[in-house]
């Protein structure tokens, strides 16, 4: 396949490249470098520097690739995504994820490519009906950080319906760990995700965390959540662009573990190799005990399952730190 992945210099996006290349694919990346690397995109991807919000950019870039073979499938991680900044923010995360998509999908269609991969969140559920999510809850977004992804995939049912474009839509789950070769992984400081927090603090970026309550009706006490490493992630993407492109049908999945791992767990595997200070704190209000992802539709679906476990995320997430020098 020739697929054109739109910020593929990000963090997620970078491993969905290295992942297409490990497959023999041709890729050909699209980031504007606002907070994506130049160095983190394979050196067997080609690179060209737009705006997805831009269409003048796409169209030159689309028109120099597709004159030569026309790209199978469009892959899009172009989206702004740190949800307090989104409640700050809300008319660039409107611009950017809404606005963005829709000058996308336009392009796309002036140029008759047929298969869209689109990189939604769990977010768009809001808070959880159920323990376990899956593709059929209930979809009400608390912040706009969701609210624009929600508004994004339902943009692409309709183009689709309307221009027989093929989707396929994945809603992620918490994301962690670096690529098994140690050149691409969470470069910035994300400060809301419990993995990031506890490497941070083994690190002595962070002095101490806390842990929201140890009461619960789990096997340690500690909430349950959903972790998957970012290479199963990525991997997921080449699988459902082959689905799509292949089948001429359109998809929507949950990527997650089907299982999930206590707090208690992250921290007893990143103490395994540096001491993780923490303390139990009470109860945020609204934490369920539990928050997972089904994934049996992904299973079902396209025969994916995550192959890494928690401490391939810890040990691969903190080798990477541990090499570009975040101690």
């Given amino acids: 396949m020739k697929v054109c992945v739109i910020g593929g210099a990000g963090y997620i996006g970078s491993h969905a490249v290295y992942e297409l290349i490990r497959d023999n694919n041709e890729v050909v990346v699209i980031d504007n470098l606002s907070t994506g690397l130049r160095k983190a995109v394979h050196k067997d991807a080609k690179f060209y520097e737009g705006d997805i919000t831009v269409k003048e950019d796409l169209v030159r870039i689309f028109e120099a690739e597709c004159s030569k073979k026309p790209f199978d499938v469009v892959m899009h991680f172009a989206a702004k995504l740190i949800v307090p900044e989104s409640v700050s923010m809300p008319l660039e995360y409107y611009h950017n994820n809404v606005e963005g998509l829709r000058i996308m999908l336009e392009v796309i269609k002036e140029f008759n490519i047929k298969n869209v991969v689109f990189s939604s969140t769990a977010a768009v ?74 490497i941070q603090t083994a690190l002595g970026i962070r002095e101490k965390m806390q842990v929201y309550g140890n009461d619960y009706d789990t096997k340690d006490g500690t909430c349950v959540r959903d972790y998957i490493h970012v290479s199963d992630l990525a991997y997921a993407h080449v699988l459902g662009a082959k689905y799509i492109s292949e ?80 101690k």
């Fill in 125 to 198: 559920y809001g808070e959880p009906v159920h323990e376990v999510c899956s593709e059929d809850d209930r979809t009400k977004p608390i912040n706009p950080y969701g609210a624009t992804k929600l508004a994004c995939e339902e943009m692409i049912k309709w183009v689709s319906a309307a221009y027989g474009m093929n989707y396929c839509i994945f809603r992620y789950f918490n994301v962690a760990g670096a690529d098994k070769s140690l050149e691409i992984g969470l470069e910035k400081d994300n400060l809301t995700h419990l993995v990031p927090i506890t």
């Fill in 247 to 326: 089948n001429n049908k359109s998809i929507l999945v949950n990527l997650g573990s089907n299982e999930g791992y206590t707090v208690k767990e992250v921290i007893d595997e990143v103490s395994k190799i540096r001491h993780v200070n923490y303390e139990y704190v009470e109860r945020r209000a609204g934490d369920p005990a539990k928050l997972i992802a089904s994934n049996s539709k992904a299973k079902e679906i396209l025969g994916w399952t995550p192959k890494y476990t928690l401490k391939d995320i810890i040990e691969t997430d903190m080798a990477f730190r541990d090499k570009i020098g975040r």
